[in-house]
């Protein structure tokens, strides 16, 4: 059983950043991977990034070059450093973890960017 917990989102003005957080609790998620992914309503949600155990970082086409995700193992956490914001990036953002047994999601922290 794991339970996540995002935060850092809020209200930016376009070209602005956010750093958001999502920390694990009930299980050590340090050996696996983990993601942040985002969805506006009426649309799927959507992969931003994932880390692996090992830290190795992929990113969707939207991230590369302005979002950076991060992990810190010792508290059980993982950020997603988000700059150059647009308006685009308005969305709720959702912590993800895929360990063997279940799939798991934070509620959500949501990212509002104005022009």
């Known amino acids: 059983q794991v339970q996540l917990v995002e935060s850092g989102g809020g209200l930016v003005q376009a070209g602005g950043s956010l750093r958001l957080s999502c920390t694990a609790s009930?299980?050590?998620?340090?050996?696996?991977?983990m993601g942040w992914y985002r969805q506006v309503p009426g649309r799927q949600r959507e992969l931003v990034a994932y880390i692996s155990s090992g830290g190795t970082p992929v990113y969707a086409d939207s991230a590369k070059g302005r979002f950076t995700i991060s992990r810190d193992n010792a508290k059980n956490t993982i950020y997603l450093q988000m700059n150059s914001l647009n308006p685009e990036d308005t969305a709720a953002y959702y912590c993800n973890t895929k360990p063997p047994d279940s799939l798991y999601w934070g509620k959500g922290t949501l990212v509002t960017v104005n022009s």
């Open positions: 009930g299980r050590n998620v340090a050996g696996t991977t």
